[in-house]
């Protein structure tokens, strides 16, 4: 019964990788933390933020990304529908080069926009790393598509 559930849905098809562990620690971690801080800092990292970078409806844009940041890293972290996690995911750290590291670089130079940008990128590397080989062992995706 499970074999059928591997290839009907190949997006929860996980290798049986123990590494894969820490990438997602490190994913789901960050960002659960980042969607928090999000409704505590309000002014910093909530809609203040989001305003100060131009936003239109700040306040909808802080709720709908720190919740996304703490419903996506929490399925990344437990393994949970990890690749379809990882596509939100992948497209706030797009959004947050093109609108906070970008200018950085046009204004600033290379090396404030290097020093700027290296959490990010590691971020980045990692979720793509997530998407194409999916969360691992020791995950929930990897126990719905296990043959028994």
């Keep these: 019964m499970k074999t059928g559930i591997v290839k009907k849905y190949k997006i ?10 820490f990438a997602r620690l490190i994913v ?9 801080q999000k ?3 309000i002014e910093m990292l909530g809609p203040g933020f989001f305003k100060e970078l131009g ?12 919740t996304f940041e703490i419903l996506c890293g929490t399925l ?3 393994g949970l529908l990890t690749r379809l996690a990882s596509i939100p995911l992948l497209i706030i750290m797009i959004t947050a ?5 970008l200018p950085i670089l046009t204004t ?14 590691a971020l980045t590397v990692l979720l793509i790393l997530l998407i194409i ?6 995950s929930a995706d990897l126990k719905f598509t296990t043959p028994e």
């Excluded at 789901?28 to 928090?36: Q, Y």
């Excluded at 936003?55 to 720190?66: D, S, V, Y």
């Excluded at 080069?97 to 590291?101: I, L, M, Y």
């Excluded at 080989?133 to 020791?138: D, E, H, L, S």
């Design 28 to 36: 789901g971690l960050i960002f659960i933390s980042e969607g928090i």
């Design 55 to 66: 936003f239109n409806a700040p306040l909808f844009w802080a709720n709908f990304t720190g």
């Design 76 to 78: 990344v972290l437990l």
């Design 97 to 101: 080069f093109f609108t906070t590291k």
């Design 39 to 41: 409704f505590i800092y």
């Design 133 to 138: 080989y999916g969360a691992g062992r020791w």
């Design 12 to 21: 929860l098809d996980t290798p049986d990788d123990g590494k894969i562990i």
């Design 108 to 121: 600033k130079g290379f090396w404030s926009f290097s020093h700027a940008y290296h959490t990010d990128f």
